[in-house]
T-cell receptor, first 109, second 112 residues
Framework: AQRVTQPEKLLSVFKGAPVELKCNYS??????LFWYVQYSRQRLQLLLR??SRESIKGFTADLNKGETSFHLKKPFAQEEDSAMYYC???????????FGGGTRLMVKP | KAGVTQTPRYLIKTRGQQVTLSCSPI?????VSWYQQTPGQGLQFLFE???????NKGNFPGRFSGRQFSNSRSEMNVSTLELGDSALYLC???????????FGPGTRLTVL
C-alpha cells in the first residue's frame, strides 16, 4: 500500500524566513512524487514533480529514497506563498495519486 | 488550452437522493480521475477512467460509480446519498503515459 505523511498541519513563518514543508512516503515500487498547492479560492495546481528537478517560485524538493522523504523548501518565504500544500505519490501505472493530509503555510508580514 | 471544467459547481441534496457530477477534461487528455476531499479524510482517490474503461478504483462503496464517454468527458454518480458524502469532488485529467494530473475547480456537494 502507498502512504504519504505530512506531519505538520500548520506552519507559520515570517516573511523572509526559510521554509521547509515535510513529506514522508511509503511505497514498495519506484516512487514518483509531486507537490501540489492550493491558494485561497483557487484550484489545486501542480507546483513541483521530483523527476523534473526544477525550481518553481523559488521552491525546490529533493527525493531522498534512503529517508523516504520529499521535503519542500524555500530559502526566503513570501506572503504570497501562503496556501495549502499537498505532497502526492503516484502509483506505477500513473493513474492514482495518494495525497498527504496537507500543510497550511502562513507567511506573516 | 482550456482547463478542466466541472459542473455544477455547487449542489445541495437530501439523504437518499442520487446525484450526477460532470467533468470535461483538457482537450487531448484521455484519462480522468475523481477524488473526494473532506476536512476529516483529506483527498481520497475514487476512480480513474481511460478510453471509457475504469482502470483503477479506490476504497469507496458501490454507491459511487462513474463512466466516461467517447469524447473523454466523465460523469460520477452517487446513489442513496448519506450525510457523510458531503464533500468537494475533484476531477483531474492527464495525458496518457504522464503521471501529472490537472485538477478542476471541484463540485461542492452538501447532503442535508
Amino acid at each position: 500500500a502507498q502512504r504519504v505523511t505530512q506531519p505538520e498541519k500548520l506552519l507559520s513563518v515570517f516573511k523572509g524566513a526559510p521554509v521547509e514543508l515535510k513529506c514522508n512516503y511509503s511505497y514498495s515500487g519506484s516512487p514518483e512524487l509531486f507537490w501540489y498547492v492550493q491558494y485561497s479560492r483557487q484550484r489545486l495546481q501542480l507546483l513541483l514533480r521530483h523527476i523534473s528537478r526544477e525550481s518553481i517560485k523559488g521552491f525546490t524538493a529533493d527525493l531522498n529514497k534512503g529517508e523516504t522523504s520529499f521535503h519542500l523548501k524555500k530559502p526566503f518565504a513570501q506572503e504570497e506563498d501562503s496556501a495549502m500544500y499537498y505532497c502526492a505519490l503516484s502509483n506505477n501505472a500513473g493513474n492514482m495519486l495518494t495525497f498527504g493530509g496537507g500543510t497550511r503555510l502562513m507567511v506573516k508580514p | 488550452k482550456a482547463g478542466v471544467t466541472q459542473t455544477p459547481r455547487y449542489l445541495i441534496k437530501t439523504r437518499g437522493q442520487q446525484v450526477t457530477l460532470s467533468c470535461s477534461p483538457i482537450s487531448g487528455h484521455r484519462s480522468v480521475s475523481w477524488y473526494q476531499q473532506t476536512p476529516g479524510q483529506g483527498l481520497q482517490f475514487l476512480f480513474e477512467y481511460f478510453s471509457e474503461t475504469q482502470r483503477n478504483k479506490g476504497n469507496f462503496p458501490g454507491r459511487f460509480s462513474g463512466r466516461q464517454f467517447s469524447n473523454s468527458r466523465s460523469e460520477m454518480n452517487v446513489s442513496t446519498l448519506e450525510l457523510g458524502d458531503s464533500a468537494l469532488y475533484l476531477c483531474a485529467s492527464r495525458l496518457a503515459g504522464v503521471a501529472e494530473q490537472f485538477f478542476g475547480p471541484g463540485t461542492r456537494l452538501t447532503v442535508l
